[in-house]
């Protein structure tokens, strides 16, 4: 128990600061043992409040500026550190371009939204204090509801504290060992996602060659509300199609001729699972864009306006 009291908080510090940066490590419990240990009496149950709460906000913070500086380039970013396909990402935009700065309150006890909400706030403007405010309230609200469950269910917990208590160091490399074993467990699941994802690419060289023999080729742009705030441009002659709207809308995808999608995400996750699902509608002939929409603006390839940019997004409550 002595090693536990001694580096208890600091170790909450920077789990909670790893878990809020993106990394994939289940906080939650760190913070519900924490809590067991301060109704223990082994830690106080206030510092660890404003540790965890500060950990949390650092994170936060480092996102928000991010956000607010390099856009949406940071998303893709953060698909990558938390292991999570890019659709993950993509459904969180959804949530905060309909709820805004409410995003950011429940976002904590969601996984993957918790991890974008900030960065989306610096991307569509939000002012610092309100920001502060609002991740303020939902770091306490997320530390303490996880600290307050320990604490209450310390009592059946006391078994395990103690037994790691007599483990000595040996506890932090069991649980260093436990949480190894879970960033394996969502690597492999990520690995299951993208293998689910396979299906052939079209290059951009390719495209580029069927436009230019005027080959009669539907081009679909699959970007969210975010990336076309940033980038008002569609590939020319491309039709821009949001993702969660293709199940209402894939009738008027043509059958009767080569499709392309794509997306700015990596792995092109996004186009992948839009092609495979117009595939089980009936439309064979549907390829992802090998690299997206960056891979065909590093080449230079004619781009032309997004016709509807000016609506295309939509106004955020924050």
Not at 173 to 185: E, F, M, N, S, T
């Amino acid at each position: 128990m002595d090693n536990l009291a001694r580096h208890g908080v600091l170790i909450l510090f920077f789990v909670i600061l790893a878990e809020q940066i993106g990394l994939p490590i289940p906080g939650f419990a760190f913070l519900m043992a924490a809590g067991a240990l301060a109704g223990a009496g082994v830690l106080n149950f206030w510092v660890l409040l404003v540790v965890a709460s500060v950990a949390s906000m650092i994170a936060d913070n480092v996102w928000f500026y991010l956000g607010r500086k390099r856009g949406s380039r940071i998303l893709k970013l953060l698909c990558q550190i938390s292991l999570e396909p890019d659709t993950c990402v993509r459904r969180s935009e959804d949530v905060f371009t309909r709820f805004g700065m409410k995003a950011v309150l429940a976002g904590k006890f969601i996984p993957g939204i918790g991890t974008v909400a900030p960065p989306m706030a610096g991307i569509f403007g939000v002012s610092l204090p309100r920001f502060l405010a609002y991740d303020g309230l939902a770091s306490l609200l997320y530390t303490g509801s996880f600290l307050l469950v320990g604490f209450f269910f310390s009592k059946q917990l006391k078994p395990v504290l103690e037994a790691l208590g007599r483990m000595g160091h040996w506890a932090i490399v069991v649980i260093a060992l436990l949480l190894a074993l879970y960033i394996g467990w969502k690597y492999f699941e990520r690995q299951r996602v993208l293998r689910q994802l396979r299906i052939a690419r079209i290059t951009v060289d390719e495209l580029r060659r069927m436009q230019e023999a005027k080959e009669d080729v539907f081009i679909v742009d699959l970007r969210s509300e975010v990336d076309l705030q940033e980038n008002p441009v569609v590939i020319a002659g491309a039709l821009h199609f949001f993702p969660k709207d293709i199940e209402e809308r894939h009738q008027e995808v043509p059958r009767d001729r080569d499709i392309v999608v794509y997306c700015s995400c990596p792995n092109e996750a996004t186009a992948a699972r839009i092609a495979l699902l117009l595939k089980k509608r009936g439309i064979t002939r549907v390829r992802p864009l090998l690299g997206g929409i960056d891979a065909w603006r590093e080449r230079n390839y004619p781009l032309d306006p997004h016709p509807d940019h000016g609506t295309a997004t939509q106004a955020v409550a924050v």
